[in-house]
């Protein structure tokens, strides 16, 4: 049983608060847990919010709340943060996170036929391997053209999304071409595995516990998890608009200390995070449990394989919300043609992500250096001078 702390009124702080009663919407989602746990846990009340969770049920929805006002704060994908700010698909409005709410976390599960596909060709120990499960997908993929077969179709959770410009790279990667080769559509991540049981697509890029419970339901198998492919990979960050951080600094900083402190935790109490997830977004805790404690099983019955790192919250300074994700995000809408070449990504990278405010939040923190340099090229790892990372990089090239 997980026992709520224990808050007194003298560890509140409530001064200079210019807003204390909030609504944060969140995805029912393993990566959801921070907001979860500051909720659940006291870590929001000590920091004297008052906080109304609101679960949806898509990414769109969630957006498009926090630009009308209906949400105050939420958890929010990265890139679709950027999107939002720059008016791609859909309106536009100045958006800003300050806080980053972890690493990692996601996978790509394919269907039962899929596996049966790949199983034929002769490229095998394909689960986890990210080169050997490309190569094979596609084999499949050339074969399908050659016998004139309905091109694969994969659901990505939205647009502008590590799972959708992650899935690109890689299969790019080997020359499969992710507009024509196959067909990406997009789907909510609690309806990917129905999805898959009814055949309508083949496979999906989400995050935990949803490839968890595909291959428990028996309706598929996970290809590769996130970390394979590339290992401390961001992902979902605490965004807001611009115009709600400028209005409440007090409360940004407050909201930020105390999902701070949630994210520490649930590092440190991985068991208890399984249940109090569990209970908020109804699943078996075996569902939830293999995404935070690594050990994370690719097919039905076979053994479970340890992942390191397969969902970081708080360790490798995962909660900064560093710029250069950010950049990195703003070349794949690039890249694959949703955004000018020509754009100030500097500046744009600096209007969104609120570093200073991160730091002035979590002045009494381990922070990294203020004069680090992230250096990041598409074949090696992220390092960063003076502090430990943790094994990063893609994978498969």
Not at 318 to 334: D, I, R, T
Request: include cysteine.
């Amino acid at each position: 049983m997980i026992e709520q702390q224990a808050m007194t009124k003298n560890n509140v702080a409530t001064s200079g608060l210019e807003q204390p009663n909030l609504k944060i919407g969140y995805m029912p989602l393993s990566d959801s847990l921070p907001l979860l746990v500051a909720d659940e846990m006291g870590f929001f009340a000590r920091e004297g919010l008052s906080v109304e969770l609101q679960q949806e049920v898509s990414w769109a929805n969630i957006r498009d709340k926090v630009l009308v006002g209906h949400l105050d704060a939420a958890q929010m994908l990265a890139p679709m943060l950027l999107a939002t700010h720059l008016g791609i698909g859909g309106l536009r409005k100045p958006m800003q996170t300050a806080f980053a709410m972890g690493l990692n976390g996601n996978a790509f599960t394919i269907s039962n036929n899929l596996a049966a596909e790949l199983a034929a060709t002769d490229i095998h120990d394909i689960s986890g391997n990210a080169k050997q499960a490309l190569d094979a997908l596609k084999t499949v993929i050339s074969q399908r053209k050659t016998e004139n077969k309905p091109t694969l179709i994969f659901a990505i959770v939205f647009p502008f999304s590590i799972h959708n410009f992650l899935l690109r790279d890689w299969l790019a990667s080997a020359g499969i071409n992710p507009d024509s080769d196959v067909q990406l559509v997009v789907l909510p991540p609690s309806q990917m595995v129905d999805h898959l049981a009814l055949q309508h697509i083949d496979g999906f890029f989400a995050g935990a516990p949803w490839n968890t419970v595909a291959i428990q339901r028996g309706v598929g198998e996970c290809l590769v998890s996130g970390p394979d492919l590339w290992s401390n990979a961001p992902d979902k960050v605490l965004g807001t608009t611009q115009q709600w951080a400028n209005d409440n600094p007090n409360t940004l900083n407050s909201m930020i200390r105390a999902l701070y402190q949630a994210c520490a935790w649930a590092d440190a109490n991985r068991d208890d995070a399984a249940k109090l997830l569990a209970k908020h977004i109804h699943l078996p805790v075996d569902a939830v449990q293999p995404a935070l404690s690594g050990k994370f099983v690719y097919r039905k019955r076979q053994p479970a394989t340890q992942v390191d790192d397969m969902l970081v919250f708080n360790r490798y300074h995962a909660n900064y919300p560093w710029p250069e994700h950010g950049q990195w995000f703003l070349s794949q809408m690039q890249r694959w043609g949703w955004a000018a070449d020509n754009l100030d990504n500097d500046a744009i990278v600096n209007e969104c992500y609120a570093t200073a405010t991160y730091r002035a939040a979590l002045a009494d923190q381990a922070l990294p250096p203020t004069s680090h340099q992230l250096r990041f090229d598409i074949q090696q790892a992220w390092e960063l001078d003076d502090t430990a990372m943790g094994a990063t990089g893609f994978k498969y090239r």
